[in-house]
């Protein structure tokens, strides 16, 4: 399902048919749930916005209302089963909208995405974004007050939007090409004096001198005769600088880095062949680089770098699929994977490359193949049984021992970022992951590795958590905090903002924990790490109410992600069904080896004691004893079920009861 504001109110299905939405009422009251933007709007606040004198049976008509959206927007609901799109909240109703479903709230995060890109792709992006345009925005409801801020918001953020790509398109050399649409843009909009001059400056750019000075004077003109003003400072002083061609009007003066970017990539493109083995090399680097920019940059950077690997394979050259695949030694610190398929197709790629590279040769390589196939083969040790002989962590293995005996500290930086992906192979590892962190930390002081020296730190924290140092977690969230703003690393805070709700969760009351994760989970909107979004905030909620005792109750319609299989069976007890949670822990598997392995088992043991369950008592046990020392979950450095300890000793009486 799909909604439109962006234009007049619109609806349309997964096969891009339009909805029905009957009358003006309907669209209004879908109008407004989706100005709301996902919150509730109590029936008395409806009632107020649709009528200026609402009549007798106002209160019967917007439930009609709602009842017929429903109908229209969940056409194959069985009678009776609670909706899952148009809800029924407290003393009113919420459209739960999901953030990809809404033209307008796609053009603000694309729009957002594009702040620190290329000029070339932010031109692209950007005119994506205004293409999503279909008119004024809420155009059927313009008149009601209740629409008249959202409306000058998305209009302002679209007026905004069309100068950006103005900019983007001059500093990747096409002044020309800015300005037929800026010409539109200041006719429709003749008080924008930031569009006025863009205009004269692309077109002073395109070598219509003559031309950059009409414009400026015509803006004079109009901002006099229709506001009564005289233009400020900075449009008299561009018409001053074009009349004395100002240096810095010329788009190579000063080189900035947009203008940099916009010549170096030009040169490429004319002096390397298209077809050039260097092309893939060079864009494999790029991806490297592109993946730590932020959400848009990681999501581009994951497909892109498949493409060159997949490309550089073709060419049926090993040592060159080698290095396109060993260059991008991007830190990763997170062991549920964002893109499975992607991953297995990566991993699949360096096995084959490995086996076709000339023995006794390229070690180098190879120990970056291996680090590549223990990276991206995160959360894949076998949940149950020994693990010392899988292969991820045996490739995390030789490529450490590789790159210790050529002495190479990137790769062994790399290596040892292997090495911590899969030092997972049980519970109550931390102080292995801390020395590994420690090692990384040093090496890449040392050696100028910003990233992984941001790495280290993150690693470190999440080790400290575990082991309930707050005062060294937050040395080192303070320390990549630092690090992240020096070198432009957004996706850092995901991280450090989420420890610091944990760290509010084992030092402040409930309700004040409860805020700063759903404050923190804002930060994940757009980081393009759906392999640590989906399902975490709700499984941060759950494990800290049932830390503090209170009762666990749960929305039918809560999204658990991939943590479902541990989390329903603690649901099930909780609402009194305990024969069936007894039987689906029975049936369970174990949960992944990964950061949250001792969070999801004592999730298990909690369920099992309140049942009854022995069996899964005594497998929690076993499971959980390594880590007795630990808190269980703030090895993520992000949740915790408070310390294991507790969990045993619980485990333990309920068994000796037994």
Not at 48 to 72: C, I, K, M, N
Not at 443 to 472: F, K, M, P, W, Y
Not at 499 to 524: F, H, I, K, M, N
Not at 602 to 620: E, N
């Amino acid at each position: 399902m799909e909604f439109g504001v962006l234009g007049p109110v619109a609806a349309w299905d997964d096969t891009g048919a339009p909805l029905a939405l009957k009358g003006p009422r309907h669209r209004a009251v879908l109008a407004r749930l989706l100005v709301a933007r996902r919150r509730v709007v109590p029936v008395a606040r409806l009632v107020a916005d649709l009528w200026e004198e609402p009549p007798a049976d106002a209160v019967s008509a917007v439930r009609t209302f709602v009842a017929g959206l429903r109908r229209s927007l969940e056409p194959e609901r069985p009678p009776r089963a609670p909706a899952r799109l148009l809800v029924t909240e407290g003393p009113g109703y919420a459209l739960r909208a999901d953030h990809d479903s809404v033209d307008a709230w796609r053009f603000e995060r694309l729009v957002g995405s594009l702040a620190h890109v290329p000029p070339t792709e932010a031109v692209d992006g950007l005119g994506s974004a205004l293409e999503l345009w279909r008119g004024p925005a809420y155009a059927d409801v313009a008149e009601e007050p209740w629409a008249r801020a959202e409306r000058s918001r998305l209009a302002e953020l679209r007026l905004t939007a069309v100068e950006r790509r103005a900019e983007a398109r001059m500093a990747s050399g096409a002044a020309a090409e800015a300005v037929p649409d800026l010409d539109a843009h200041v006719a429709e909009h003749p008080w924008r004096e930031d569009a006025w001059q863009l205009l004269a400056l692309a077109l002073y750019r395109s070598g219509r001198q003559t031309d950059a000075l009409a414009v400026l004077r015509r803006a004079r003109q109009l901002l006099r005769e229709h506001l009564g003003v005289d233009p400020g400072p900075r449009l008299n002083r561009m018409e001053e600088d074009v009349l004395r061609h100002a240096h810095h009007l010329d788009p190579g003066f000063g080189d900035s880095a947009a203008q940099v970017w916009a010549r170096a990539t030009a040169a490429y493109e004319s002096v390397v062949p298209s077809r050039a083995r260097a092309r893939l090399e060079s864009t494999a680097g790029l991806m490297r680089d592109l993946a730590v920019t932020g959400g848009g940059g990681l999501e581009a950077a994951r497909r892109h770098r498949l493409a060159a690997v997949e490309a550089a394979e073709q060419l049926g050259d090993p040592e060159l699929t080698a290095r396109v695949i060993g260059v991008h030694d991007v830190p990763a610190l997170w062991t549920r994977s964002d893109d499975v398929h992607q991953s297995e197709r990566l991993v699949g790629a360096a096995e084959r490359t490995l086996g076709l590279l000339p023995p006794g040769r390229h070690d180098a390589a190879r120990a970056r193949l291996l680090a590549t196939i223990a990276v991206e083969s995160r959360g894949a040790l076998p949940p149950e049984g020994p693990a010392s002989d899988a292969r991820p962590l045996r490739a995390a293995r030789q490529a450490e021992e590789i790159a210790r005996r050529l002495g190479d500290a990137p790769l062994l930086v790399f290596a040892l970022n292997g090495r911590f992906m899969q030092a997972f192979e049980h519970t109550g590892l931390a102080a292995r992951r801390d020395r590994i962190g420690a090692e990384i930390l040093s090496l890449a002081a040392r050696n100028s590795l910003a990233t992984h020296e941001v790495l280290g730190h993150l690693i470190r924290l999440q080790a400290r958590c575990a082991r309930a140092d707050l005062v060294g977690a937050d040395r080192h969230a303070e320390a990549a905090d630092a690090l992240a703003a020096r070198h432009e690393l957004p996706l850092v805070t995901v991280f450090t903002t989420g420890y610091r709700a944990l760290r509010t969760a084992l030092t402040e009351p409930l309700p004040a924990a409860e805020s700063a994760y759903r404050a923190a989970a804002t930060t994940l909107t757009g980081a393009g790490m759906p392999g640590l979004e989906s399902g975490l905030l709700p499984l941060a909620l759950l494990c800290l109410h049932v830390r503090h005792g209170v009762s666990v109750t749960a929305d039918p319609h809560t999204d658990w992600g991939p943590y479902e299989p541990w989390v329903r069976p603690l649901l099930l007890a909780h609402e009194g069904r305990e024969e069936e949670a007894v039987q689906l822990l029975r049936t369970v598997p174990a949960p992944p080896r990964d950061h949250l392995a001792e969070a999801l088992w004592c999730l298990l043991a909690h369920t099992a004691t309140k049942v009854g369950d022995h069996p899964t008592m005594r497998r929690a046990h076993t499971a959980l004893a390594p880590a007795a020392g630990e808190l269980a979950g703030a090895g993520s450095g992000l949740l915790t079920l408070g310390p294991v300890a507790d969990h045993l000793d619980t485990l333990a009486l309920g068994l000796r009861r037994s």
